[in-house]
């Protein structure tokens, strides 16, 4: 079946470094996203995988290895903004179209 | 800058009424997805659409139909509201090709009572 797994809460201090993982099981993989979403705000676009290794992005970077079926979003200089859901979300070929399937997301809280 | 707006931020419905949620994006996206949006549950593809008068099932189709008769406009509609339908309703757009993210309106906080 498809499946996303990411934990559901983290918490970090300002100015460290925290790591959101997420494995995934799909039949026809075919991207790796992460979405950042503020309560009560719609999901905004952090980063893409398709190929193994690392993406960088300025603070935020995201890593992909399909063998595995993990990823992980790395923040970097935490900052308070950064207290937020993050969601993973597979893009799958599975059935001909392709869906895009989410993970319940990790809320991040940063401390000071 | 893409922009997805929906209709209605909040809404409060009865039971059995006809509800409709409508989402208009300004980028000349083909595809257009709704999601809703539970604790825990994370987000559920409703429906999807790749192109005018065109129309897939997601993961939860049950009890919601949809409709796109122009490129920038997908509407949800539930038939006949029911309280288990209270949810954050999300729609968003992308580009056709396979790198291309998502864009996500601000979202409908649909009560059912």
């Known amino acids: 079946g498809q499946n996303i797994d990411q934990p559901t809460e983290m918490t970090a201090t300002e100015g460290a470094i925290v790591q959101i993982n997420c494995t995934y099981q799909?039949?026809?993989?075919?991207?790796l996203f992460w979405y950042q979403q503020h309560a009560g705000e719609a999901p905004t676009f952090l980063s893409y995988?398709?190929?193994?290794g690392l993406e960088e992005k300025g603070r935020f970077s995201s890593f992909l290895s399909r063998s595995k079926g993990y990823s992980y979003l790395l923040l970097k200089e935490l900052q308070m903004k950064d207290s937020a859901s993050y969601l993973c979300a597979v893009r799958d070929r599975g059935s001909g179209t392709y869906k895009y399937i989410f993970g319940t997301g990790t809320r991040l809280k940063v401390l000071a | 800058d893409v922009k997805v707006t929906q209709s209605s931020r909040y809404l409060v419905k009865r039971t059995g009424e006809k509800v409709f949620l409508e989402c208009v994006q300004d980028m000349d996206h083909e595809n257009m997805f709704w999601y809703r949006q539970d604790p825990g549950l994370g987000l559920r593809l409703i429906y999807f659409s790749y192109d005018v008068k065109m129309k897939e099932k997601g993961d939860i189709p049950e009890g919601y139909s949809v409709s796109r008769e122009k490129k920038e406009r997908f509407s949800l509609i539930l038939e006949s509201a029911s309280t288990n339908q209270t949810s954050m309703y999300l729609c968003?757009?992308?580009?056709?090709?396979?790198?291309?993210?998502?864009?996500f309106g601000p979202g409908t906080r649909l009560t059912v009572t």
């Open positions: 995988n398709v190929l193994d």
């Open positions: 968003a757009s992308s580009p056709l090709g396979d790198r291309y993210e998502q864009y």
């Open positions: 799909t039949s026809g993989f075919n991207g």
